[in-house]
């Protein structure tokens, strides 16, 4: 079931900068916090950053604060998550997902439980 559809991932170089789209085909994104997962093989999902509604309130990761941005684009109805001077250990499979049942707080990571909506993800490979 297609609910949130993730683009922009591929290899890139270590330092190298890729954009990831998520769009909602069905339902009007600006309505909902959104958040961007990753899960790398053998390691658990963990939750790098998130959007409020209002745009008031956005978390980022310790490991990715700094090198990696969370926007809206409302118009488009469609979140962005810009990622420069990527690291080998920002390759994972990249999520999108989307919830109205909990906030985006800047101080407490999202948890996979806070979101209904989901993406079938996006592969980033950082490698030389």
């Known amino acids: 079931q297609v609910q949130l559809v993730e683009s922009g991932g591929g290899l890139v170089q270590p330092g190298g900068s890729l954009r990831l789209s998520c769009a909602a085909p069905g339902f009007p994104l600006d309505y909902y916090v959104v958040a961007w997962f990753r899960q790398a093989p053998g390691k658990e999902r963990e939750g790098v950053a998130c959007?409020?509604?209002?745009?008031?309130?956005?978390y980022y990761a310790d490991s990715v604060r700094g090198r990696l941005t969370i926007s809206r684009a409302n118009a488009k109805n469609t979140v962005y998550l810009q990622m420069n001077s990527l690291k080998p250990e920002d390759t994972a499979v990249y999520y999108c997902?989307?919830?109205?049942?909990?906030?985006?707080?800047?101080?407490?990571?999202?948890?996979?439980?806070?979101?209904?909506?989901w993406g079938q993800g996006t592969q980033v490979t950082v490698s030389s």
């Open positions: 997902a989307a919830g109205t049942r909990y906030i985006c707080s800047a101080y407490s990571p999202p948890r996979s439980y806070e979101y209904d909506y």
């Open positions: 959007i409020s509604r209002f745009d008031d309130s956005t």
